[in-house]
Nanobody, 123 residues
């Protein structure tokens, strides 16, 4: 059984930073791409960022480019999201996802998902 567990969410003021982490438990056979999605109240889930297993390739939503950075942990079974210059519109539940293919992660079709962590940005 594979589980993804997010941490690092919280309440911050606009302009501040947060760092989210997602660690995996259980056995992921082979290299998995990982990524982040978010869902605000009454809105569809949207792609935020994703990174390949090797960390060579990454992809970002236009709304977070230049502010957010996705990275892999040293053990490759974790992913982090550094969020800078946060805006109130970044408020959402952030979930991580994992799948063999980076394209699948970006498309929102990952096999594995975490439960999410709340990020609230006050104006």
């Amino acid at each position: 059984q594979v589980q993804l567990v997010e941490s690092g969410g919280g309440l911050v003021q606009a302009g501040e930073s947060l760092r989210l982490s997602c660690t995996t438990s259980g056995r992921l056979v082979g290299g998995y791409a990982m990524g982040w999605f978010r869902q605000a109240p009454d809105k569809e889930r949207e792609f935020v960022a994703a990174i390949s297993y090797s960390a060579i390739n990454s992809n970002y939503a236009d709304s977070v480019k230049g502010r957010f950075t996705v990275s892999r942990g040293d053990s490759k079974n974790s992913v982090e999201l550094q969020m800078n210059s946060l805006k109130p519109e970044d408020t959402a539940v952030y979930s991580c996802a994992a799948d063999v293919d980076l394209t699948t992660v970006i498309a929102g079709s990952s096999r594995y998902w975490g439960q999410g962590t709340q990020v609230t940005v006050a104006s």
